[in-house]
């Protein structure tokens, strides 16, 4: 079968590998009919993320169709059509059932590569690293879901691959990361970054009650979709951002801010001139140019809620203005398995819509010019979805 | 793990001495005799060795044990039902065969080229829980005990286990001196054990796709089918 292969740092290419076999009696295996690229996709791209192998297949976003299941799985049969949460949980463990679905005790063959780095090993990830799992992805025609009776989700024929495909990721990471700030009634909700995951925060905040949404970013096709969605925009290029969102908020700083953009964050003046330098020699691992706006910036008392992913160390960041300012920090890996269900019914209602952020469709072959498509913004490029 | 006045005078003035050599040289070379020489200085002026506690070997007879906990949410009749089946749970990386009859065990293992057996008899505790004792001479392990806790929360039971390695043979005493491999051994063999207990199964990553992998991984994966 066709796979989107690592093969290096910013080289992805489509090879041929062996198909996957059921290797565990909870397995099911996917024939994908559609996978998107992710923003965290472009961290292994740009060779962030350490415990990368050349020759891992890659892929968190994809939905399809059942050809096989394993004698445990009893809730799914040949011919479903499903949607995958990208974190693989086994639904037994403590946390999978205190809904903590990302934190995973049992679905890391590697937990204790993640434990040399973390301390403690989150779930398994489809196609993100040996340490959260090396599980190949669903940048492919056909994928191994580990645990298939606990994540995927049926879904009928009356919704398409656009309208739910986003489901596994980004529209629930979008979910979390306001859900988690617990927004109130009239809250002013800052996110910095317009992409995916942003432009989802940025329709959970209106959701649940914010009154002024703020979305920051550099890139004009994307501000112009927060703005068509009701947003405040900012340009970081041409204000000042801090003064700005004082501005916006009456002096007090926005209730809420959200960081979207994680650990490859651009910015300018000298500390993002120094991340650039600092991750450039691996003297740091991550570029925290957001996480530090959004924590200077955060009203006292505030919450700053982190849904961008990061990977490892971090420098200059000012959490003597977090401790000061009281501000309370929420953060982790999206549970999708909490949120699947009930934004289903969203998607189903018409409130949250993929279809509104995917830009490009591709066929897999061209997946390596798709990368460099979305890592670069050209055309516009807001989510691209690949077809095997 | 502490020293003499005499050792300490020594390490400081021979620890000095490299640190010279090492600045001379201003290669490879001499960048490894300052480390060495520094450490030596430490060691001089404090009196105790950085090399222990940087290599995490033992430092005293009492860290001899090597101990793991792992919280396993079932009762303690379900964990000691499964820990006296060892074959559901314990062949993996290291363990490439166990047959149990009655009480006693007989444990093949094989870490890379070093091969060999352990027979031990197991008998459960009273409260849950079991403890190894081994009937072979000289092998790697002396004991192993497994303790039952109850979890708050309703969580399952905390399960420590520990590992007295037999420090007679060459076996322990490895086993001992590369503690930090064996702690993350006994975790992988932990982490599996609740894996089975929690889900019916043990997560799996192989076989499954790739592409072409790099030189090095393919020579390690071909050893490892190989083996």
Redesign the interface.
């Known amino acids: 079968m066709k796979a989107l292969c690592w093969m290096g740092r910013e080289d992805v290419r489509v090879e041929e590998v062996p198909e996957p076999q059921i290797l565990n009696p909870r397995d099911a295996i996917v024939r994908v009919t559609s996978t998107a690229i992710c923003g965290s996709d472009l961290h292994l791209y740009g060779g962030f993320i350490p415990t990368l192998e050349r020759g891992d297949v890659l892929g968190h976003e994809f939905m399809g169709e059942i050809v096989e299941v394993g004698a445990g799985v009893g809730n799914l049969e040949v011919g479903d059509r499903v949607i995958v949460p990208f974190p693989i949980a086994c639904g037994s463990c403590w946390y999978c059932r205190s809904d903590l679905h990302s934190l995973c005790d049992n679905s890391n063959p590697n937990a204790w590569m993640a434990e040399e780095l973390f301390g403690h090993s989150p779930a398994g990830i489809f196609g993100y690293s040996h340490m959260l799992g090396g599980y190949a992805g669903g940048q492919a025609e056909l994928v191994r879901v580990p645990f298939a009776d606990v994540g995927p989700l049926k879904i009928g024929p009356e919704l398409s691959d656009d309208q739910v495909l986003l489901l596994t990721d980004v529209i629930p990471t979008g979910w979390m990361a306001a859900e988690q700030a617990d927004i109130q009634t009239g809250d002013v909700v800052a996110i910095w970054g317009a992409g995916p995951v942003g432009q989802f925060a940025l329709r959970a905040a209106q959701l649940l009650g914010a009154s002024t949404v703020i979305a920051i970013d550099r890139v004009a096709s994307r501000l112009r979709m927060a703005q068509r969605h009701g947003a405040e925009v900012l340009n970081y290029q041409e204000v000042k951002l801090q003064t700005a969102l004082r501005d916006l908020t009456g002096g007090r700083g926005p209730d809420v801010c959200i960081d979207a953009v994680g650990l490859e964050a651009h910015g300018t003046g000298p500390l993002a001139l120094y991340d650039r330098v600092a991750t450039s020699v691996r003297f740091e691992t991550d570029r925290s140019t957001a996480l530090r706006e959004a924590l200077l910036a955060c009203r006292k008392g505030g919450t700053v809620s982190i849904a961008g992913v990061y990977g490892g160390y971090l420098d200059k960041v000012p959490l003597g203005a977090a401790f000061n300012k009281g501000l309370r920090l929420r953060m982790g890996q999206t549970h999708v398995h909490r949120y699947l269900r009930p934004l289903l019914e969203r998607v189903t209602r018409g409130e949250l819509d993929g279809r509104e952020i995917i830009t490009h469709h591709m066929p897999l072959e061209q997946a390596p010019e798709a990368y460099q498509i979305f890592r670069d913004k050209e055309d516009e490029c807001t989510k691209v979805v690949l077809q095997p | 793990m502490t020293a003499g006045d005499v050792e300490r005078t020594v390490s400081a003035m021979a620890g000095a001495a490299l640190v010279v050599r090492g600045a001379v040289r201003r290669d490879l070379a001499g960048w490894l005799a300052i480390a060495a020489g520094s450490t030596l200085i430490v060691r001089g002026v404090a009196g105790k060795s950085l090399v222990p506690r940087t290599l995490a070997l033992p430092a005293a007879a009492e860290e001899a044990e090597i101990v793991r906990s792992v ?1 396993v ?1 079932a009762t303690p009749e379900a964990i000691t039902s499964l820990l006296l089946d060892p074959s559901k749970w314990l062949p993996g990386e290291v363990v490439a065969a166990v047959s149990v009859v009655g009480e006693r065990w007989r444990v093949d293992y094989g870490l890379g080229p070093l091969r060999g057996e352990w027979e031990a008899t197991v008998r459960p505790q009273p409260g849950g829980g079991v403890v190894a004792t081994s009937e072979t001479e000289r092998s790697a392990l002396q004991s192993i005990e497994v303790e039952l806790l109850e979890a708050p929360d309703a ?2 039971c905390e399960m420590r286990v520990c590992v007295m390695p037999d420090r007679s043979g060459i076996a322990g005493r490895s086993l001992q001196a590369f503690r930090g491999v064996a702690e ?1 051994m006994l ?2 063999a932990l ?1 599996r054990f ?2 089975v207990l ?17 030189a090095l ?1 393919r020579v390690v994966r071909a050893r490892r089918e190989a083996s």
């Open positions: 919280t949410g969580r399952g993350r975790g992988h982490q609740r894996q929690e889900t019916g199964e043990v997560a799996r990553n192989e076989p499954q796709p790739h592409g072409r992998r790099g991984a």
